[in-house]
């Protein structure tokens, strides 16, 4: 087996449809030699198909990162797969309609607790549920999208972000002593579903299109899984708390 992910083993979360970040990951991970185990939550045979279109066909778990069972139950799950874990991708995101679009000031406490739990909190939950099939050397990444600044209709999601981005940097304190990396990606605005959830996405498509230094494919998202995929590999043994920006270069730019 060769490949930057050559003899890993990769469980992968967030594969909803083709267009999932998460999807882009799991599929570069296999033709980079990683063997890949997949999450599904909800609408499972949905996430069953989109698995069947991989490389290799991979296996699904159904994992609610808000459900303390499926949490508990992890370890086991995957160890009928594989017989240990070398990284763990956290590629989910999820905010109720009232915390996005304009309504930050009156989206209620659980809303925003929903957005919180299942953006934030989870990638410790997450990477806690794995540990047990994890050694030195190993990685987790998530995706966020640049939380240093208060985006116009992100609104409680960005905020979840912000949290999301200290999270990494505890669990890479955290999890440092046992060799273990956390590290984000930082994408640009995607079309996927998450995306399209988020009323006046199109505000973020059109700045990336006309500002972003190396222009912005919308519909791209290789480019924020090569980064994923790096962080998983070999490549970067003493990066841990890293927030890698894979925007076309937005966030450098003033407005
Ligand atoms: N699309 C973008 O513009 C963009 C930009 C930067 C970062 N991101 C981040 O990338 C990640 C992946 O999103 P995406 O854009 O690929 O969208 P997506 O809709 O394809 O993926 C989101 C995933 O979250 C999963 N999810 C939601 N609630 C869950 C729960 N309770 N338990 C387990 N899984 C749950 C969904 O099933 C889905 O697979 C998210 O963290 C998102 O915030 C997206």
Request: charged share 20%.
């Amino acid at each position: 087996m060769s490949g930057l992910l050559a003899g890993k083993r990769l469980l992968v979360t967030g594969v909803i449809t083709e267009a999932s970040i998460a999807f882009s990951v799991a599929k570069l991970a296999q033709e980079n030699g990683a063997q890949v185990v997949l999450t599904g939550y909800g609408r499972l045979s949905l996430v069953e198909r989109i698995a069947k279109r991989l490389p290799e066909p991979a296996p699904v778990i159904e994992v609610d990162v808000t459900n303390d069972e499926h949490l508990a139950g992890l370890a086991d799950r995957v160890r009928e797969h594989v017989d240990g874990l070398d990284g763990v991708v956290h590629s989910i995101g999820f905010a109720p309609q009232s915390c996005l679009g304009g309504g930050f000031l009156d989206a209620p406490w659980a809303d925003v607790a929903t957005a919180l739990q299942v953006s934030t909190f989870s990638y410790k939950s997450l990477a806690m549920a794995a540990l047990p099939l994890m050694s030195p050397g190993g990685a987790v990444v998530g995706l966020t999208f640049d939380a240093t600044k208060a985006w116009p209709v992100y609104d409680w999601m960005g905020v979840a972000k912000a949290g999301l981005e200290s999270a990494s940097r505890y669990l890479a304190l955290h999890l440092g002593k046992q060799g273990i990396r956390s590290n984000l990606v930082a994408a640009g605005p995607l079309r996927t579903i998450a995306a399209k959830s988020i009323p006046g996405f199109d505000q973020f498509e059109d700045a990336w299109t006309e500002r972003a230094p190396l222009g912005w494919n919308l519909t791209d998202s290789e480019p924020a899984a090569r980064a994923c995929l790096a962080l998983l590999s070999d490549w970067f043994p003493a990066t841990t708390g890293e927030i890698v920006h894979v925007d076309g270069g937005y966030h450098a730019i003033g407005a």
